[in-house]
């Protein structure tokens, strides 16, 4: 048994892995293909070889649970109005540079998880607290893909949805299984250039490429997309334009695209945040190019905010940040003034959870 492994990580055993000629242990997990020896913990520093075996030490324990709206995930054609209980645990497969969850994210000190929670017992909460949803957030469920399936079936069987939030940089196998018991995802799609992947988040393109259609043509997980928009680096119009283009094609008008702003941290605090006319101009540019369904987060639009029927035109849903302000989408989905079918998922009436966030304790 390693020593590297505090006493207070999990030594849960994970999956995804084989064995490489040289002795050492390949997590199979995802494109980084870590290998490690004993003792050693993969880039996302809580998968770890623990002798003969992979261990995930984050394996029911989490940095906090918190019902947020499901607007702030964010996803505006997944139950508008309704909430959802949210919770990460540490670490990440990915290095952003401008990651603005980096003190959950970027934890290389697993003490710093302060609630341990069975599945069952984190399906059981979502249940008292009318939550319909949980969302696996903060950091990326990939690389805690266990415990995230665990908790997804334990959901599941009690009639609460489930909803990763993740980069999307995900291996092939695990992808298939993690996805199976989804219902929903929203996938930052950071950039559309190699060179930022490569740059700025130490990962690549190709993989999250192949996860997004992946997602919109094997699984019925409801897709939203979302780019943050980081001035200088990923907000040029051809590479807009090159992504929606890319999105028409390979994904269909239909899924949702949000373009959120960006505000100094973690290691770009020298770049200044995103002009809200920024936003608006990559919008425009997006649904120039044919996608139905574009948004802008982290600034306060209403008219970006809304959600318009691509039949007639008309606001079916018509929010201010989190607040549901009108609905006009019928039990089967449609727009209620033309009869139009609305991608998504939505009930015959909206949620009223507005822009409440209320903390959770499920600590055992």
Known sequence: MSETIGPHESR??????????????????????????????GFCFVRARDGDRLILTTYGRSSGFCIDPIEKKPLAHFY???????????????????????????????DRLVDQATPGAIA????????????????????????????????????????????????????????????????????F???????????HLAPVLDTLTYL???????????????????????????????????????????FSAFHPDFRMLDVPPTPPATLRRCRARAMREGLRHVYVGNVHDREADATYCPGCGTAVVERDRYEILGYRVDARGCC???????????????????RRRVPVTIGQ
């Open 12 to 41: 849960y055993e994970g999956r995804w892995w084989s064995w490489r000629d040289d002795g050492r242990l390949q997590c199979d997990l995802c494109p980084r293909e870590c290998h490690l020896a004993d003792g050693q913990r």
């Open 80 to 110: 508008p109005g309704s909430s959802v209980l949210s919770f990460g645990t540490a670490g990440c497969n990915l290095g952003c540079r401008f990651c603005q969850n980096w003190d959950v994210s970027k934890a290389r000190a697993v």
């Open 124 to 191: 059981d909460a979502a249940v008292r607290a009318g939550a319909a949803s949980v969302a696996f957030t903060y950091n990326d469920p990939t690389i805690f893909a266990e415990y995230a399936i665990d908790v997804a079936v334990a959901c599941r069987a009690r009639g609460v949805h489930t909803v990763a939030v993740t980069a999307g940089y995900i291996s092939a196998v695990p992808r298939r299984e993690l996805y199976a018991v989804m219902d929903a995802a929203n996938v930052d799609l950071k950039a």
């Open 193 to 203: 250039t190699d060179d930022f992947y490569a740059k700025v988040t130490g990962a």
């Open 216 to 258: 919109a043509h094997e699984t019925n997980v409801w897709l939203e997309l979302t780019t943050l928009v980081i001035p200088g680096y990923n907000d040029g119009d051809a590479e807009i334009a090159q992504a929606a283009q890319w999105i028409l094609r390979e994904l269909g008008p239909e899924v949702p695209l949000h």
């Open 336 to 354: 209620q003034a033309c009869g139009a079918a609305i991608a998504g998922r939505f009930a015959a009436a909206p949620g009223r959870f507005g």
